[in-house]
């Protein structure tokens, strides 16, 4: 079984629906992240979390928000979609340790009509 | 602004040729990695270099880090189709809240 999985992998939605990706680890690890990457460019953070009580914005916070439910689980919601949040969405998990490697999930396909 | 810039952004070579992608930053750091990703998918670790180390090596891969020129590189010996990907590099800035920073990434194409 994957170690960081995604829920759904595709989501089609319209303009103004609130949606939530999800995301699990099975990798024991404290630190959790939410990239946004957009076609043909690099990753963008969106909000990431040290532990469960601890959350911080990245740097496209704006529109989003998160939810740390355990230390194995990370959402990122979308209030009301717009049609520039149309991106490939990417968890990531990492340990507290000096180095900061990170795993990734397979991803999540987010089209907003 | 991103920590780390890969040059080139994009590189095309035929295969059993060697590949080589650079990565450029601003400020100290503890480490510096490189994540490799296929089409669409999620990124994979590849190989990480300390602030205190000069050269890497994981199979066909070399790492070198020159920290006064505050760049790294990553060489991929005797490319082969399926090394067809984006690569990126991340950095760990060395004081503060430590998280990742990636680059842009260098789309690489290798041809049969």
């Known amino acids: 079984d994957a170690d960081v999985t995604q829920t759904p992998r595709n989501r089609i939605t319209k303009t103004g629906k609130r949606i939530m990706l999800e995301c699990s680890q099975t990798?024991?690890?404290?630190?959790m992240y939410w990239y946004r990457q957009d076609p043909g460019l690099g990753l963008q953070l969106i909000y990431y979390?040290?532990?469960?009580?601890?959350?911080n914005k990245g740097e496209i916070s704006d529109g989003y928000s998160v939810s740390r439910q355990a230390q194995a689980k990370f959402s990122l919601s979308l209030e009301s979609a717009i049609p520039n949040q149309t991106a490939l969405y990417f968890c990531?998990?990492?340990?507290?340790?000096?180095?900061?490697?990170?795993?990734f999930g397979p991803g999540t396909r987010l089209t907003v009509l | 602004s991103q920590q780390g810039e890969e040059d080139p952004q994009a590189l095309s070579i035929q295969e059993g040729e060697n590949a080589t992608m650079n990565c450029s930053y601003k400020?100290?750091?503890?480490?510096l990695q490189w994540y490799r990703q296929n089409s669409g998918r999620g990124l994979v670790h590849l190989i990480l270099?300390?602030?205190?180390?000069r050269e890497k090596h994981s199979g066909r891969l070399r790492v070198t880090l020159d920290t006064s020129k505050k760049s790294s590189s990553l060489l991929i010996t005797a490319s082969r189709a399926a090394d067809t990907a984006s690569y990126f590099c991340?950095?760990?800035?060395?004081?503060?809240?430590?998280?990742?920073?990636f680059g842009a990434g260098t789309r690489l194409a290798v041809h049969p």
């Open positions: 990798k024991g690890h404290d630190r």
């Open positions: 270099i300390r602030s205190n180390e």
């Open positions: 990531a998990t990492s340990e507290r340790d000096s180095t900061d490697t990170q795993y």
């Open positions: 991340a950095t760990l800035f060395s004081g503060g809240y430590n998280k990742l920073i």
């Open positions: 400020t100290s750091i503890n480490n």
């Open positions: 979390s040290f532990d469960v009580k601890d959350i």
